[in-house]
């Protein structure tokens, strides 16, 4: 007699419970507690994300659904609204290593090598695919670039509407990237924090009743798609967690988390806690960077700001995840820092010429403040690192287009080879 296990088909979810006072509620399209207004967060059956082996996951499509019984939605792959993102690579990356003083394994995980090349990719297509199980029929956002791209791609592929809003001033490599996928693309004149302001007063009107805002009405489902990336990290590793992570922040939502994807890995039993802990460090850049100086000011109360500098992707003043990044950065004993724009330049380039990775703004700002935890002592050099780099060089090309061109112009000749001393 042979005995098969069939992935599981129900949502190990539980509830929605709030992060601030611990209320709960019933699994639906809301994001604000009803009794404090605190942000809400999906809670799982313990049992039922038990019941996952590391046989099923390895055993699972090569995508973040290898991971859909530790997700809220996805377990039927008919019910998918997605590109299958994910399993994006984890680079060896000793050469960057040696340059920011590193003594110890560093790896870059890759997301730029999504479909819409970000990371994104997982977030959207956990929270669509939520969103349809809910009855939601048209798909929106509101976004500072690259939500916007990954929206309108799953739109397209889904043959649903769109809608998505971003501030009028992006970088036309996140522009063009949206609007050829179709749908209704609205430039706003304003910051991030007024587009979704907006999106907050739009999901409230009868009209877009029909209508799931990703990181919106929809925002719990959707932040849990974040933590594939912690899932897969660990996999890749052989089922280890990193002793140190240095990621990236706009609302702080994904910092918090890979730190749960971890919490969780070891809580059901699929990795063993490592002996010293894992650290987290967040990442912004000098031109909005109100989480990790509230951090270096001792305190969890985030001043808003109003951002400027070229990594518009992380450019949300006002972070909604900001106190929880707080927390775990403190809990875990890592750090926060930020890097300015000609940091965030030269971090791209050195990103590139040690890795052969070409990130954007945000993957500049990452591997920046890795440099700059390590000479400051906050990052131990003996321990091994991961730093995520969350999207992609060809979208924000102007970010070093000045800085960066043919080493030689010549003639098509060898005297012109020559003149410019290529023959020696
Ligand atoms: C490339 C990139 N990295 C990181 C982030 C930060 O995400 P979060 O808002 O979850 O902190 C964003 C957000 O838009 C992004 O576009
Ligand atoms: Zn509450």
Same mark, same amino acid.
């Given at each position: ?56 996951? @390895? ?114 490599? %996140? ?96 990795? @063993? ?53 707080? @927390? ?42 890795? %440099? ?53």
């Amino acid at each position: 007699m042979t005995s098969t296990v069939d992935a599981p088909t129900h949502s190990p979810a539980r509830a929605l419970v709030c992060r601030g006072c611990g209320a709960e509620f019933p699994l639906a399209a809301q994001h604000a507690c009803f009794e404090c207004f605190g942000p809400l967060e999906v809670a799982y059956h313990q049992a039922a994300l038990a019941l996952v082996t590391r046989a099923d996951i @390895e055993s699972g499509p090569q995508n973040i659904w290898r991971y859909a019984g530790l997700l809220p939605a996805g377990q039927d792959a008919a019910t998918r609204v997605t590109l299958d993102p994910g399993l994006t690579p984890l680079i060896s990356a000793p050469a960057l290593a040696a340059a920011v003083g590193l003594d110890a394994p560093l790896w870059v995980k890759d997301d730029s090598a999504n479909p819409t090349h970000s990371f994104k990719d997982r977030v959207v297509s956990v929270a669509l695919t939520a969103a349809r199980g809910l009855g939601f029929t048209r798909f929106a956002c509101a976004s500072t670039g690259n939500l916007a791209n990954s929206v309108a791609a799953h739109a397209a592929r889904a043959g649903a509407p769109s809608v998505v809003f971003i501030p009028s001033d992006l970088e036309p490599g %996140k522009i063009v990237t949206t609007a050829v996928y179709g749908g209704e693309l609205v430039a706003i004149d304003g910051s991030y924090d007024d587009v979704n302001r907006l999106c907050g007063e739009l999901v409230e009107t009868d009209e877009f009743e029909d209508t799931a805002f990703v990181n919106v009405n929809v925002r719990p489902f959707y932040a849990e798609g974040s933590k594939t990336l912690g899932f897969e990290v660990a996999e890749q590793l052989g089922w280890r967690i990193p002793a140190q992570v240095v990621i990236p922040m706009a609302s702080g939502e994904l910092l918090t988390k890979i730190d749960k994807a971890f919490s969780e890995l070891v809580e059901i039993g699929l990795v @063993e806690a490592p002996a010293e802990g894992w650290k987290v460090f967040g990442a912004q850049s000098a031109g909005c960077n109100p989480i990790a100086v509230a951090l270096h000011k001792g305190t969890d109360q985030i001043v808003p700001v109003k951002p400027t500098g070229i990594a518009k992707s992380l450019n949300i003043g006002d972070p909604a995840a900001g106190v929880y990044a707080i @927390e775990a950065v403190q809990r875990t004993g890592g750090w926060m820092d930020y890097a300015d724009d000609d940091e965030i330049r030269e971090g791209i380039q050195l990103l590139a010429r040690t890795t052969g990775v070409f990130a954007e703004t945000a993957g500049g700002v990452t591997v920046a403040v890795l %440099k700059k935890l390590l000479a400051s002592g906050k990052l131990d050099p003996a321990r091994e690192t991961v730093v995520f780099n969350t999207g992609e060089g060809l979208k924000t090309l102007d970010a070093v287009a000045d800085q960066v061109g043919p080493s030689h112009r010549i003639k098509p000749s060898l005297r012109g080879a020559r003149d410019a001393g290529l023959l020696g």
